[in-house]
């Protein structure tokens, strides 16, 4: 009987790490990446500086996951989509904020498909959360300085897919960035 249980178990948790986890396919140009795809494979990935950032999708034992990829409704009609990541192990997390379209409800999500929007500092901005420079005393003017692009390629049933990438050159010192080749796919619950 003990040893029935003990199959039951492995099968369970086996069953709830897999039913969320992430699922990293290498892209074939460069296979430190994960390849594009619109399956909700839970994963993101881009070059930051030339360093590698990946997404943390985190799945619990319990069941369930903390995707990487969260869209956040904000007072004034505008989305915040964050995409949390790190590089070389240091948290980083790019929140960017689309304000040239109108986002009411999450029901609303369904208009990002095939949607670009460009990142000019202004009306729709990217801010880089770096926990490496989390100790820096100077003011930041976060957004401000970015130019780039975030496009939804796909979203279908949930699952929202897309590339992004942008540069930011902040003379007020809250750090340069260069971001490219970045891709998302992720399957989100309601």
């Known amino acids: 009987m003990n040893k029935f249980i003990?199959?039951?178990?492995?099968?369970?948790?086996?069953?709830?790490?897999n039913a969320c986890s992430a699922l990293w396919i290498p892209d074939p140009v460069d296979p430190r990446l994960p390849k594009f795809t619109e399956t909700g494979n839970n994963v993101a990935g881009a070059l930051v500086n030339e360093?590698?950032?990946?997404?943390?999708?985190?799945?619990?034992?319990?069941?369930?996951?903390?995707?990487?990829?969260?869209?956040?409704?904000?007072?004034?009609s505008s989305l915040t989509v964050s995409l949390e990541g790190s590089v070389d192990g240091i948290d980083?997390?790019?929140?960017f904020t689309i304000k040239s379209q109108s986002f009411l409800t999450y029901s609303d999500l369904r208009l990002l498909n095939g949607?670009?929007?460009?990142?000019?500092?202004?009306?729709?901005t990217v801010v880089v959360d770096d926990l490496s420079r989390s100790n820096t005393p100077i003011p930041c003017t976060p957004g401000v300085y970015a130019q780039g692009q975030l496009y939804?390629?796909?979203?279908?049933?949930?699952?929202?897919?897309?590339?992004?990438?942008?540069?930011?050159?902040?003379?007020?010192?809250c750090g340069n960035y260069e971001v490219s080749y970045g891709r998302?796919?992720?399957g989100l619950n309601q």
């Open 51 to 76: 360093k590698i950032w990946e997404a943390r999708t985190a799945c619990f034992l319990v069941g369930g996951c903390n995707n990487a990829m969260k869209f956040l409704l904000n007072a004034d």
């Open 184 to 186: 998302f796919d992720f």
């Open 115 to 124: 949607k670009k929007f460009t990142i000019d500092g202004k009306v729709n």
């Open 152 to 173: 939804f390629v796909g979203v279908k049933q949930y699952v929202y897919s897309g590339t992004f990438g942008f540069k930011i050159d902040d003379p007020s010192g």
């Open 6 to 17: 003990s199959y039951v178990i492995i099968l369970l948790t086996s069953f709830l790490l």
């Open 92 to 95: 980083m997390t790019f929140n």
